[in-house]
């Protein structure tokens, strides 16, 4: 990355929000499997598909997203799964011949971008980028998204860690869930 560029660690205090109220995280119409179940799907089911292995929940909508070596920014419409970010080529074709892999989940870090309009020109302040793990630092290895609104930011990046992290971020949920119980058998007054 270029010299004035730097990465600020802000600790996220609703990271596990998701576990708790999922439908405001996950809208009906930017997840396949909704809209393909006719919008009735309680909150417990829709986290319990994006937690199995064996279910194939989906991510969709329009980004922005920079062109590389360019500095415009072209909307197109994405799909985010276990699998990775694809984008489509023809419209919002799911034809695997219209897909584009955008980016491998396992091999790829999620992060806020706060100055993406300032510094990108981005269209809108709600910028995030998805870095490579295995890249060497330098700014065209990123891949810079761009979101309508926040509720469809948080989305993407939240799907992106349930996706990459899955059972391990339900397990460190329940953790602190299960000692709060336990804490509170003992704390009654004798």
């Avoid at 405001?24 to 417990?44: D, G, K, L, R, Y």
């Avoid at 892999?101 to 993406?116: K, N, Q, Y």
């Avoid at 709600?126 to 926040?150: H, S, V």
Wanted: hydrophobic share 35%; aromatic share 14%.
């Amino acid at each position: 990355m270029s010299s004035d560029s730097r990465f600020l660690f802000r600790k996220n205090y609703a990271k596990y929000e998701f576990f708790r109220n999922p439908l405001t995280f996950f809208p009906e119409h930017m997840v396949a499997w909704c809209q393909e179940s006719n919008h009735t799907i309680p909150p417990s089911q829709l986290l319990q598909n994006f937690l199995s292995p064996s279910t194939c929940p989906e991510i969709q909508g329009y980004l922005y997203m920079k062109e590389v070596g360019r500095k415009s920014w072209k909307k197109v419409y994405m799909f985010l799964r276990r699998s990775g970010l694809y984008c489509s080529t023809k419209g919002t074709s799911k034809e695997p011949r219209h897909l584009q892999l955008l980016a491998d989940l396992e091999e790829s870090s999620i992060f806020t971008v706060i100055t993406g309009k300032k510094q990108h020109g981005a269209p809108t302040d709600y910028t995030f980028c998805i870095k490579p793990n295995k890249a060497r630092g330098e700014m065209k290895e990123l891949r810079m998204l761009c979101a309508e609104d926040e509720q469809s930011r948080t989305c993407w990046m939240t799907a992106f860690r349930i996706f990459k992290y899955g059972i391990v971020l339900y397990q460190n949920y329940k953790v602190p869930q299960q000692r709060k119980t336990l804490l509170s058998h003992f704390s009654a007054p004798v």
